[in-house]
């Protein structure tokens, strides 16, 4: 499922960014997400693949097709993909109103179509109720993996903190390896905290940046997805998914292809961009790399 629907993902999210950016940006934001370091989990058996490309075609329906009654069942798939697929109702009822949804008598009765962004995830809730009697099953399980909510004091005093950490073990001694190369190896692997906390550092950066190049809607969607994102972690991984999660907010894509027009800035992104992944995804295949 996966594969066959990132090719979809990517088309929404050009689509996007060609009308609001023009070619040269909408090319780059499809290369920049294509290479970037974490996306070999759009192929993986993850659900941020279906997930992106329901949400990015909720958008595109609404930014570009201008069909709001599309965009609201798009995005109440969405929501019963993930729950933070419920945040879609921000941005479309952003635009909606942008539109004159609120200025056109006969329009108003539109915003009903709104209620369907939810209706995907009170239907997934209304299953587990049924099938194991509890509705909030999606989020009570997230005990089995030592997830909690953490406060945002607790939060940055656990990342910095495991960050610190996870360099210590990088650049301090190690016990002894099989092979000079497996103690590379897992030198490298051992600061997944540190890694986590760059990904992090450069998602709020591109956030920043994004108010200027962005609409405020799809600004607001980026932040909603970035608070979700690092709200809920493991006391010893703080951030634990954060690389993963943060995919699918795919506006941040938008806005690092606008800084990067230049074609030697793209190819020298793009490069670096591959070599990491690289990387990455041969911890993950070999079970030292999860997000």
Not at 60 to 83: E, H, K, S
Not at 154 to 176: C, H, K, M, N, W
Request: proline share 4%; aromatic share 16%.
């Amino acid at each position: 499922i996966s594969l066959i629907l990132l090719p979809f993902a990517l088309y929404f999210i050009y689509q996007i960014a060609l009308e609001g950016w023009g070619e040269r940006v909408a090319r780059g934001t499809v290369l920049i997400l294509a290479f970037f370091p974490t996306t070999f989990f759009l192929n993986a058996a993850y659900t941020e693949s279906l997930f992106l490309a329901l949400s990015a075609g909720s958008l595109w329906a609404m930014r570009v097709r201008r069909d709001l009654l599309l965009a609201c069942v798009l995005a109440g798939l969405a929501a019963a993909t993930r729950n933070v697929g419920v945040f879609l109702v921000v941005p479309l009822l952003y635009e909606w109103v942008e539109r004159g949804g609120l200025e056109v008598g006969r329009e108003r009765w539109r915003v009903v179509y709104l209620a369907l962004v939810p209706s995907g995830l009170v239907a997934y809730m209304g299953y587990l109720w049924v099938r194991f009697g509890d509705p909030l099953l999606f989020y009570s399980a997230q005990e089995f993996w030592n997830r909690r909510h953490t406060g945002p004091l607790a939060l940055v005093t656990d990342i910095f903190g495991e960050a610190y950490g996870s360099l210590q073990r990088l650049f301090g001694a190690q016990p002894p390896a099989d092979s000079a190369l497996g103690g590379v190896i897992e030198r490298i692997h051992g600061a997944n905290d540190a890694y986590a906390l760059l990904f992090l550092l450069f998602t709020i950066a591109l956030f920043g940046m994004g108010f200027r190049a962005l609409p405020l809607s799809l600004s607001l969607y980026t932040l909603l997805l970035i608070i979700s994102a690092v709200s809920y972690g493991k006391p010893a991984t703080p951030l634990m998914g954060f690389p993963r999660y943060i995919l699918v907010a795919f506006p941040l894509f938008i806005t690092l292809a606008t800084l990067l027009e230049d074609r030697r800035a793209m190819g020298t992104w793009l490069s670096f961009s591959a070599a990491v992944s690289l990387v990455f995804c041969a911890f993950f295949v070999s079970w030292r790399f999860v997000a």
